[in-house]
């Protein structure tokens, strides 16, 4: 039988439950407020201890203070106290440089120098139809002087620099090939940089494609790529992106919508654990056995693109487990031209992981001991495996000890939500 509550004990309840309720928020409102006034307390305080310091300083110090480098320096020094390891301050001339060399619109001669141990200048790449390339400067070379300058470890990695420049401005650089010195006068002009070459491997009908980096201009490149190789009856493809420290995630993800079919890309996580869909791909793919080359060197968008092909199923990799940097950095452009990149997401792969801290791991573990550039399909190790997995891969034949799952049949994948957004970065 039903029994009948009377009024006054159901006002009585719901004073009660008010009462509760109102308990409740009171206190998550006052533990917030009272955080929040911490905080404050904390902030106010560091900003006396600065200002502290400031006066002192300027009250006491022999010496003249510049004031540009010392905003700059308590800027590096406050990034290098928040605990994120890739956090960097860019003054207002790094930032524009760096820019520019996203947008490949840097003017220079076209070469990949290191500062070697005597502060030489040691070339290591030129590029094709580059100023260097039209003097015959070659891998291997030193640059010991730059205009009237010789170049010492004290003075290199500033004379380094300053082989960018203007657009059409000229540079007369010594250089030593074979140990011979000579005198180039080179103009500088902007040099499209190919992070995208490829060729056939022999005759085995498997297209080769080295990806060195992600930045504006590498989709296009790839395009043109892959499509020659198909065109040239590519039965398979290997991507190599053993040593690519990443770069744009938006040209990674322009490239992976080329080869995936219609889902989610990229996700990334903030720190308060909500998800947001980065990237998707359409419905169209390349449909080619897939194996991606890695090792150690291999971090951020490049982890993204190997992780990716993996969990839909396309590609296997093949090498040695990649760095491990799957979280995201945001640039931020401050009022003065200057900028600041923090870390403000986990990144996030199609089925719900996360390979931050961890890397990519191969399906086939290959080890090196020597470095794999210039080294051919016969002497490295790394890539005659792939070479074996592409073409089993094409005849059919089971190669790997484990099966990746396509995203589509994982039931983790469903906890990704559908696209929300396109990637802009």
């Known amino acids: 039988m039903n029994k009948k509550v009377s009024l006054g004990a159901a006002i009585a309840m719901m004073f009660l439950v008010a009462a509760i309720t109102f308990s409740i928020t009171y206190d998550a409102v006052t533990r917030q407020v009272n955080s929040r006034i911490v905080d404050l307390r904390e902030r106010e305080s560091a900003q006396a ?29 406050y990034l290098a106290g928040i605990g994120d390891q890739y956090a960097t301050y860019y003054d207002a001339k790094t930032y524009e440089k760096i820019l520019r060399s996203q947008e490949n619109t840097v003017a220079d001669i076209g070469a990949v120098l290191r500062v070697g141990p005597d502060g030489y200048l040691v070339v290591e790449e030129v590029y094709p139809d580059s100023p260097a390339a039209a003097v015959g400067i070659k891998p291997g070379d030193q640059i010991i002087k730059i205009d009237d300058v010789d170049l010492t470890p004290e003075n290199s990695a500033k004379m380094k620099d300053s082989v960018q420049g203007e657009q059409g401005t000229r540079i007369t650089l010594t250089i030593r090939s074979d140990n011979v010195d000579r005198t180039e006068e080179l103009t500088r002009r902007v040099v499209v940089v190919p992070s995208v070459t490829s060729r056939m491997l022999g005759d085995s009908m498997v297209g080769y494609l080295i990806i060195t980096e992600f930045n504006a201009n590498t989709s296009d490149q790839f395009k043109r790529e892959v499509d020659k190789l198909i065109n040239q009856g590519a039965q398979s493809l290997i991507f190599d992106l053993r040593d690519n420290k990443g770069g744009l995630l938006s040209a990674a993800t322009r490239i992976l919508d080329r080869l995936l079919p219609a889902g989610p890309i990229v996700s990334s996580m903030d720190r308060e654990g909500n998800i947001n869909v980065l990237a998707t791909s359409d419905a169209t793919e390349i449909d080619l056995p897939m194996v991606v080359l890695i090792n150690s060197g291999t971090a951020s968008s490049a982890e993204v693109f ?78 005659k ?41």
């Open 49 to 77: 201890k600065y200002a502290e310091i400031d006066r002192e300083v300027r009250a006491n110090y022999y010496g003249t203070i510049d004031e540009t480098q010392l905003l700059d320096s308590v800027a590096r020094g």
């Open 306 to 383: 190997a992780q990716t092909l993996k969990d839909y199923g396309k590609a296997r990799v093949v090498g040695t487990t990649s760095t491990g940097k799957g979280v995201m950095q945001t640039l931020i452009r401050l009022s003065d031209g200057s900028a600041i990149e923090i870390t403000t997401a986990t990144l996030v792969t199609p089925r719900g992981e996360t390979f931050n801290g961890v890397g990519v791991r191969p399906d086939y573990e290959v080890a090196m001991d020597t470095p794999w550039k210039g080294l051919g399909e016969e002497l490295d190790s790394q890539l």
């Open 385 to 425: 495996k792939a070479m074996e997995v592409a073409v089993a891969m094409h005849r059919n034949i089971e190669v790997l000890q484990e099966q990746s799952q396509p995203v589509s049949e994982a039931s983790d994948a469903e906890q990704i939500p559908h696209p929300v957004e396109e990637l802009s970065n």
